[in-house]
Structure formats: structure tokens, C-alpha cells
């Protein structure tokens, strides 16, 4: 399965940006990267998913690297509320070894008022 | 519109016992996926129904076993159930379920508890 590498912890303050890496250094051409997260005592919650280009939704925007090698999830203005754990997913075409979304262990950001 | 449904919320068993959880999926959504979370952890793939048959599975023993029904809806039954099956159960439908850049919305989830 590729795999991805995230930090286990962030902190940001309220209202200000907050940029979340993942590395996924053996993405294959064809694996999409997603973002869900899981605010407490919740089921997670999709973000964003992106192939190649950058990605923009109402809750986040998604910047991938030239090579695709890594990514990050960008919140323009944090909130109390995004206070969550973050996983970086990558998932493959059906029939491949990534296909199934395989969860790690993910980024817990803490938000400070 | 509702999302995605589970019951129960929480469940007790004992060891040896078996168990059934519900899922309704979002409306218009055909494909649902299980989940395992155990405390302090990331959920962790079971299994996926489309079409009303298992398409995926992960690395669950066959104690594990799954139906969805011609509405979508879905079951997951847990036979013989170890202290080490205490997790919350997720249940996620999305419309695209196959493929790649599908999106899943996630239920509340169940909470086992095995004693």
C-alpha cells in the first residue's frame, strides 16, 4: 500500500493560516490524494481530494508538488471548530493495491482562541 | 436530506457473543463501507458492498461478514466477538464507491463493547 507521512501534532492560533504537509514519496500516476478529518467524537469528514493540480473548496484548498511527492492542506483562517485530526489518504484506481482508503495515524491540530 | 445512518449508538456484549450494526447510506448513494476504530487510532478498512457483494476487503478475519440489501442499506455481523473487537464502528456510503477520486460521507458510528 503507498504509504504517507504526516507530523503527529500541529498548533495554530485562531484566524490564522494553517499549512498541513504529507509526504507520499511512492504515489503512483494514478493514486488521488485525500483529505478527511475527524473532529472529536465525530466519523470522519472528507475535505479534499486532488490528482496533479491544485485544489479549492469552501473548506480548503489543496497544494500538490510539481512531483507529486508531497502535498499540503492549506486552511485559510482557523477556527476553534477545525480543531481535528487530519489524514492524508492516497487511494488508486479499483483492483489496485489503493484503492481501499487506508487511514494512518493522521494530524492532530489543536487550535488556540 | 439525511446522511449517513447507524444504529445502534452504543451496544454491550460479552464475549462469544454476536452482533449486528446498521447502516443506512446517504440518499441517492450505493455503495457503503465499514470501518473499525479502535481507541486512539485511525479507522481501519473491513470491508466495501456494491451491487449487494463484498468488492473489497481488508485484513479481517471471516468473524467479519457483511450483506447490503437492494435499498443499499447494510449489515455488519461480528460472530464470536474477542474483548479485542471494543471499537467504534463506522459505517461510510458514497456514490462512486469503485473509484479513485469518490468521496465517502461518514455515519456517527456504533460504540461495541465487549466485556
Known amino acids: 500500500d503507498a504509504k504517507t507521512t504526516q507530523p503527529n501534532s500541529m498548533e495554530s492560533n485562531e484566524e490564522e493560516p494553517v499549512h498541513l504537509p504529507c509526504n507520499h514519496s511512492?504515489?503512483?500516476?494514478?493514486?488521488?490524494i485525500h483529505w478527511y478529518r475527524q473532529l472529536p467524537s465525530q466519523g470522519p469528514e472528507y475535505v479534499i481530494h486532488?490528482?496533479?493540480s491544485n485544489v479549492n473548496n469552501r473548506m480548503a484548498s489543496l497544494a500538490i508538488a510539481e512531483d507529486r511527492k508531497s502535498s499540503t492542506l492549506i486552511l485559510h483562517r482557523a477556527t476553534l471548530r477545525d480543531a481535528a485530526v487530519y489524514y492524508c489518504?492516497?487511494?488508486?484506481?479499483?483492483?489496485?493495491?489503493?484503492?481501499?482508503?487506508?487511514f494512518g495515524t493522521g494530524t492532530l491540530l489543536a487550535v488556540q482562541p | 436530506d439525511a446522511g449517513v445512518t447507524q444504529s445502534p449508538t452504543h451496544l454491550i456484549k460479552t464475549r462469544g457473543q454476536q452482533v449486528t450494526l446498521r447502516c443506512s447510506p446517504k440518499?441517492?448513494?450505493?455503495?457503503v463501507s465499514w470501518y473499525q476504530q479502535a481507541l486512539g487510532q485511525g479507522p481501519q478498512f473491513i470491508f466495501q458492498?456494491?451491487?449487494?457483494?463484498?468488492?473489497q476487503r481488508g485484513n479481517f478475519p471471516d468473524r467479519f461478514s457483511g450483506h447490503q440489501f437492494p435499498n443499499y442499506s447494510s449489515e455488519l455481523n461480528v460472530n464470536a466477538l474477542l474483548l479485542g473487537d471494543s471499537a467504534l464502528y463506522l459505517c461510510?456510503?458514497?456514490?462512486?464507491?469503485?473509484?479513485?477520486?469518490?468521496?465517502?460521507?461518514f455515519g456517527p458510528g456504533t460504540r461495541l463493547t465487549v466485556l
Open positions: 486532488g490528482l496533479t
Open positions: 458492498y456494491y451491487e449487494e457483494e463484498e468488492r
Open positions: 511512492t504515489i503512483s500516476g494514478t493514486d488521488y
Open positions: 461510510a456510503s458514497s456514490l462512486y464507491g469503485l473509484a479513485a477520486f469518490d468521496e465517502q460521507f
Open positions: 440518499s441517492g448513494h450505493d455503495t
Open positions: 489518504i492516497l487511494r488508486g484506481s479499483y483492483g489496485g493495491a489503493t484503492n481501499k482508503l487506508i
